[in-house]
């Protein structure tokens, strides 16, 4: 997917929602290769768009179905993956880090586009330690306040618990032995 293609598919599945009857709003956190391509202007793909839903309660589990359909639909019209709108990275993450309510970036429909701050974005791609996600790591660097290997610690302490820090010590190490040279 490419940008301009991400936009269309939230925009689609925010009509399809309306369409479903959903009024109650759905909010939901872009992270991953989409918040990469729309927010720090990566020059790349993605195979899907990454969330982490902000909410739950009885509104969000009557829509989640609604939802599950709608996700389909624009899968079935574009020819996409069934997990193109992909919560499966908050199952993972789940309890090893903090989510952010974010800003609110964009509606479409009752579905609402929130954001964290870039320092966030990073610190997920140093937990996850890939050479892709270093490679976005040096997009995001510049972009952030971060210009040290202290700084950075600092920020996985802020959002990266610290089980998950010591579960994932060695993919941390070599993030940051890339974006900052080794200790």
Known sequence: MRAKE??????????????????????????????MMLLAKAPRTTNDIDIF??????????????????????????????????????????????????????RYGP???????????????ILAGREKDIDDCAILLPQTKIKTRQQAQQLLDQYILPQAQQENAEQIEYALDELFGRQ
Do not use: C
């Open 6 to 35: 991400i936009e269309k598919y939230l925009s689609q599945l925010g009509q399809e929602l309306t369409r479903q009857g959903i009024q109650h709003p759905i909010h939901v956190l872009l992270i991953g290769g989409a918040y």
């Open 53 to 106: 839903w902000l909410e739950e309660g009885e509104a969000f589990q009557q829509a989640l179905y609604t939802l599950r359909d709608s996700v389909q639909t624009i899968a079935q019209r574009h020819a996409l993956p069934p997990n193109w709108f992909n919560y499966l990275t908050q199952m993972l993450l789940y309890d090893q880090v903090i989510i952010p309510k974010g800003k609110l970036w964009k």
């Open 111 to 125: 579905l609402s586009i929130y954001i964290p701050p870039k320092e966030y974005i990073l610190a997920l791609k």
